[in-house]
């Protein structure tokens, strides 16, 4: 059964870092294409960011480029995202989500929990 | 970036109606459309892919159809638990986008 299990979310004052984590099991994970998807509070889904099941390539929208990164670490079925320079709209809760194959622009099959991320002092 | 838009943006029906939604993209995506089930305070829930591939464990009342530009899901007949808000999806090309969503009420 394929699980996605996030962590490291919470309440951060606006400038501040935090960093999530997906750990993944019951699928290969080095397999597949990996992302990080947003939704704030009352709207809609919005894309953050991917990363090739190999790592060697990520992807961000222009909302978060240069302040978020994403990286995996394939020994430990583990994905992160980085997250610097918090903004109050970066309030969000944010779900991981496995792509449906190695590439990046693909759909998502499966989906973690959400994890609520919240800026503000 | 491919704008996603849905329509409509909220709808009221009843069990046992059949329900169409309709999502078009900025620009053609071919049938690189997907379709998601969100209820509250959960994770979506893949529906459909490319455009008209039904998810496995996903019941046959739901379908979805269209390719370039313009895309339909449709509910054959609502049951209770498919009282929800929809999402459409282009993977077509990155940046990924989702429509605004399609809140599914009962009436």
């Known amino acids: 059964e394929v699980q996605l299990l996030e962590s490291g979310g919470g309440l951060v004052q606006p400038g501040g870092s935090l960093r999530l984590s997906c750990g993944a099991s019951g699928f290969t994970f080095s397999n597949y294409a990996m992302s990080w998807v947003r939704q704030a509070p009352g709207k809609g889904l919005e894309w953050v960011s991917a990363?090739?099941?190999?790592?060697?390539?990520?992807y961000y929208a222009d909302s978060v480029k240069g302040l978020f990164t994403i990286s995996r670490d394939n020994s430990r079925d583990t994905l992160y995202l980085q997250m610097n320079s918090l903004r109050a709209e970066d309030t969000a809760v944010y779900y991981c989500a496995k792509a449906s194959d190695w590439g990046s622009a693909s759909y998502f099959d499966y989906w973690g929990q959400g994890n609520l991320v919240t800026v503000s002092s | 970036d491919i704008q996603m838009t849905q329509s409509p943006s909220s709808l009221s029906a009843s069990v046992g109606d059949r329900v169409t939604i309709t999502c078009r993209a900025s620009q053609s995506i071919s049938t690189f459309l997907n379709w998601y089930q969100q209820k509250l305070g959960k994770a979506p829930k893949l529906l459909l892919y490319?455009?008209?591939s039904l998810q496995s464990g996903v019941p046959s009342r739901f379908s979805g159809s269209g390719s370039g530009t313009d895309f339909t899901l449709t509910i054959s007949s609502l049951q209770p638990e498919d009282f929800a808000t929809y999402y459409c999806?282009?993977?077509?090309?990155?940046?990924?986008?989702f429509g605004q969503g399609t809140r599914l009420e009962i009436k």
């Open positions: 999806q282009q993977s077509y090309t990155i940046p990924i986008t």
């Open positions: 490319a455009a008209s």
């Open positions: 990363i090739s099941g190999s790592a060697d390539t990520t």
